[in-house]
């Protein structure tokens, strides 16, 4: 129960800031890419420095599928960000990154990586 509720925490976190990050670089008027950078730096990177900081692997290179809801949701908010405006792009930005991080969750998901190295 506790591994849900701080898995729930953790993605509300990851949304709000990949959002916050995507939004800020369309009203600079970034490109598509810089749109996805912005808004993974934004979601990552604070737990990415607090992993470093605490002397651990950063998560997002434990668990690769970890980034790329981010990146798909912030390139899906910027896809529609003119179409459909600031608020529904950013609840359907949302809406993927949760699903995508609740199946990931779920179903086990995971990139193929390079196998472990011998230190």
């Not at 490109?31 to 997002?60: F, H």
């Not at 981010?70 to 960000?81: E, H, K, P, S």
């Not at 699903?99 to 472990?116: E, I, K, Y």
Request: neutral net charge.
């Amino acid at each position: 129960m506790n591994e849900l509720i701080l898995l729930c925490m953790e993605m509300v976190g990851t949304v709000a800031f990949a959002l916050s990050g995507a939004m800020t670089a369309l009203r600079r008027q970034m490109d598509l890419l810089g749109v996805m950078i912005l808004g993974l730096i934004t979601a990552v990177g604070g737990g990415v420095l607090r992993d470093v900081l605490s002397n651990q692997k950063p998560y997002i290179f434990v668990k690769h599928f970890y980034a790329c809801p981010t990146l798909i949701g912030a390139l899906l908010c910027a896809l529609c960000w003119q179409h459909l405006g600031d608020i529904p792009s950013m609840l359907l930005g949302a809406a993927v990154i949760l699903v995508l991080r609740l199946c990931a969750a779920h179903f086990r998901w995971g990139l193929p990586h390079a196998t472990d190295l011998p230190e």
